[in-house]
């Protein structure tokens, strides 16, 4: 096969780094903050543009500084010098590592120094879906280090920024999510009765690849007699038998982007229940696509999606949430669920994602992602079939 036609150029323009720069900066002076410091994978490439395989390994940390004015600073091993270098950015200060003694905490105390004995408040990442990326003793040395300085959430300063695409962000975002559609309509030609699920995986890997996907980190599902169990399983070496349900959920990527969703097939024939199920979430997800407007709320959109669900499966199933934002993560905030009455707005990028309990402990998930206008949701994967395919 061959890779899709019509790409978006790669990467992005100084232009954006600096509006996204800009855009934090402002945040951060209505917030109090003389500073942002960043150490987690998607927020450093956020502001950076500094893109590698590498955040793989835990072995390093990498810091990135966000002043109050002017550009990001970047804090990292030198292994990731040449390669930061070739971003927007100017001030790169490294080190040698690994250091367990001084895994850059010299560097960032040289940094951070003004501002502790100014009393300045520095924002960190606290909230849900926010991770320390480095050793906590490394941390409690560097604030011991920094007596005077204050440590701010600044959570929903990255989140707000990250939540709301550019135009560039979208191309790529559609891109990955035709490649992904494109190779969901192949299935159907590989996948067989008799087949080891392990094989459909592969294929699906290879055919995803072939068609212009830089990676697939993510591809999970199932299948068995009538419907799937659970919507996280690795493959197993089970062949497809006549009754079965198949499901895969798919994260590939291109250019640092993700697509998340998945498609549901019956092997051979599909009982009245399976059908029945897969109609409730079609329409599930029919009214969720209607609900999602700029000015609704993350609430609003799981209870159109719920309300439908509902008639079906009165009880629910326990996964917390009916979709979830979409970007340089397979998962970002916020969460459609009844919890989070976060107000969506032109340009996020959101994964739709009922999903119904029935017969059995079956379960069986729907998923398509989109993204917000000034009017309305417009599809980026190309629409389910309304009824349940059948190989």
Not at 152 to 169: F, H
Not at 253 to 282: E, H, P, Q, S
Not at 343 to 353: C, F, K, N, S
Request: proline share 6%.
């Amino acid at each position: 096969m061959n890779g899709l036609y019509g790409a978006p150029d790669r990467g992005f323009p100084e232009s954006e780094f600096r509006a996204r720069t800009a855009n934090a900066q402002a945040a951060m002076a209505d917030g109090g903050l003389a500073g942002l410091l960043l150490m987690t994978e998607p927020e450093v490439r956020y502001f950076s543009g500094f893109q590698t395989l590498f955040w793989q390994s835990p072995t390093r940390p990498w810091f990135l500084f966000i002043p109050a004015t002017g550009k990001p600073i970047a804090v990292i091993p030198e292994i990731g010098a040449d390669l930061m270098r070739k971003t927007w950015l100017d001030d790169i200060r490294t080190w040698s590592a690994p250091s367990p003694d001084d895994d850059g905490i010299g560097l960032l105390t040289e940094l951070l120094s003004s501002f502790a004995r100014a009393g300045d408040k520095i924002g960190l990442m606290k909230g849900h879906e926010t991770y320390l990326r480095m050793p906590l003793a490394d941390f409690e040395r560097l604030t011991a280090a920094l007596a005077g300085l204050h440590w701010g959430d600044a959570t929903d300063i990255v989140r707000n920024l990250r939540m709301m695409k550019s135009p560039a962000e979208i191309e790529k975002l559609r891109y990955i999510c035709a490649i992904g559609s494109r190779c969901f309509a192949t299935v159907p030609h590989f996948a067989h009765e008799g087949m080891p699920l392990e094989e459909v995986f592969r294929a699906f890997r290879r055919g995803a690849l072939g068609l212009g996907a830089d990676d697939v980190p993510y591809l999970v599902g199932g299948a068995a007699k009538g419907g799937y169990h659970d919507v996280i399983s690795p493959p197993s070496q089970r062949l497809l038998q006549h009754g079965d349900i198949l499901m895969l959920d798919t994260g590939a990527t291109w250019d640092g982007y993700f697509c998340d969703f998945d498609r549901n097939w019956a092997i051979g024939t599909a009982d009245d229940t399976a059908r029945r199920a897969y109609d409730v979430l079609w329409q599930a997800t029919e009214a969720g696509i209607a609900a999602a407007r700029p000015g609704a709320t993350c609430r609003d959109l799981y209870e159109a999606m719920r309300t439908v669900i509902a008639k079906r499966d009165p009880a629910g199933g326990d996964v917390g949430r009916l979709g979830h934002g979409l970007g340089m993560q397979l998962t970002e905030w916020p969460s459609l669920a009844a919890w989070d009455n976060t107000v969506l707005t032109e340009d996020m990028v959101l994964t739709l994602e009922p999903s119904l309990c029935y017969g059995a402990g079956r379960i069986m998930v729907h998923e398509e992602n989109i993204v917000l206008h000034e009017n309305g949701a417009a599809l980026l994967t190309t629409r389910a079939a309304p009824e349940l395919p059948v190989i």
